[in-house]
């Protein structure tokens, strides 16, 4: 059985499947409903308000879990990210449920899954919006990583040095400083509050002559 999170990871995978058109919306729909009811769901949620509407998301979430996604798809994904907009999110709730978040809600929230490490060819990950909370451990897990922009909530951040391939990291909460140095000392741009920048190196280096 699949945990919370590595459900709704699966999701960014069947996004991708929806944007590239490896899946149709019909044929995802007919996979849900060969697992679950669909308008005792609606019904449910149309009932119980808020509680009734989790619940519907959670079963459909569920089930699309189970949907399989190729290694050949996977090796396709270069950006892993999350968006209230994106379609797979439009369709559970448009298609599927009948509901409407407005984003507000946790339902969709992952930190990630071992999974990720089937995306090799992933260059971006922007661990914000839905995608929070990440351990940065599974970072190391990508092969051709360059890009890393953190949300508000991480974990084990020192495993970024770790990431052979990284160029970049973006984070909207300080980083610890030794950390920052010891990124910054193999050439990873940084860029977090309270990180010092190439260019203030180069104003201190002004301020001496």
């Known amino acids: 059985m699949r945990t919370p999170d590595e459900q709704n990871f699966h999701l960014l995978f069947l996004d991708r499947l929806l944007t590239r058109e490896r899946v149709t919306p019909d044929e995802l729909e007919a996979f849900v409903r060969e697992g679950v009811d669909l308008e005792a769901l609606r019904k449910q949620a149309r009932e119980e308000g808020i509680p009734g509407e989790k619940k519907a998301a959670l079963a459909v979430i569920a089930r699309l879990s189970e949907y399989p996604v190729s290694d050949e798809d996977l090796a396709g994904i270069r950006t892993l990210a999350t968006d209230g907009g994106d379609e797979i999110y439009m369709f559970i709730e448009g ?24 995306c090799v060819n992933v260059t971006t990950v922007l661990a914000d919006c839905y995608f929070q909370g990440i351990d940065c451990a599974l970072l190391t897990e990508l092969p051709a990583l360059t890009e890393v922009n953190l ?42 509050p309270g990180a010092a920048t190439s260019d203030d190196d180069d104003d201190d280096a002004g301020d001496d002559d």
């Open 95 to 118: 298609r599927l449920t009948g509901i409407d978040t407005g984003g507000e809600e946790d339902w969709y929230d992952t930190k990630g899954s071992p999974d990720i490490r089937r």
């Open 151 to 192: 949300g508000r909530f991480w974990s084990n951040a020192e495993a970024l040095l770790r990431v052979p391939t990284l160029k970049s990291v973006k984070a909207s909460q300080p980083l610890p400083e030794q950390l920052v140095a010891d990124l910054q000392a193999r050439g990873v741009e940084v860029e977090a």
